[in-house]
Each structure stands twice: as structure tokens, then as C-alpha cells.
């Protein structure tokens, strides 16, 4: 009988989803999940994952903003306006898209 090796969770690696969101493709596949929800708050978040996918101080060069504009923006609680948000869209190589529900 083979006994399976207990795993400490403290010695486990961290996930950090932005390490996964490797193509534009993923991240607007990323996206696009999230934004079937209603969650204004999970929305943000993730184009904050997204944009520490491609690294916060080119994003912040790539859409104009400071890169202490892009954090603040970014962040759960906060609420960019339309504008900050398709400039980061543009930055991150992807664009949003309305469809018929």
C-alpha cells in the first residue's frame, strides 16, 4: 500500500493569475468571463491582474496614465471612468465589445 506524501499549504507556491495571462488572448478571454458578471468591483480587479500581466509601467507609458494613477484606478473600491478603462483595454492589446444579451 503506497502512502500518499502529506503537503504543507504554507510551502505551496503562490498563484498569481497575472503569471498566467501570457496572449492577448487570454486576457480577453479573462475578461470577457469576468465581465458576464454584474460585479463592477471583480471587473476592475481584473483589468488589474490583467495589467500587472504586461507589467504596470508599460500599461500606465502604453495608455497614458501615471503608473500611481494606473494603481489607483485599478484597484476594487475604485470607479475609473469609461475613458481610463478603454485606454487600459487599448494598452493591453484587447477591446471591449457589446453583444445582445
Not at 7 to 34: G, K, Q, S
Amino acid at each position: 500500500m503506497t502512502r500518499s506524501k502529506k503537503i504543507n499549504a504554507t510551502e505551496l507556491p503562490e498563484f498569481d493569475l497575472a503569471e498566467m495571462l501570457n496572449t492577448e488572448e487570454d486576457i480577453a478571454a479573462y475578461l470577457t468571463i469576468v465581465l458576464e458578471g454584474d460585479d463592477m468591483s471583480e471587473q476592475t480587479h481584473a483589468l488589474g491582474v490583467a495589467a500587472r500581466s504586461r507589467g504596470m509601467t508599460s500599461v500606465a507609458a502604453q495608455s497614458g496614465l501615471t503608473r500611481e494613477a494606473l494603481y489607483k484606478a485599478l484597484r476594487p473600491d475604485s470607479k475609473p471612468r469609461f475613458d481610463t478603462i478603454s485606454r487600459v483595454c487599448k494598452a493591453l492589446g484587447v477591446r471591449l465589445v457589446a453583444q445582445p444579451v
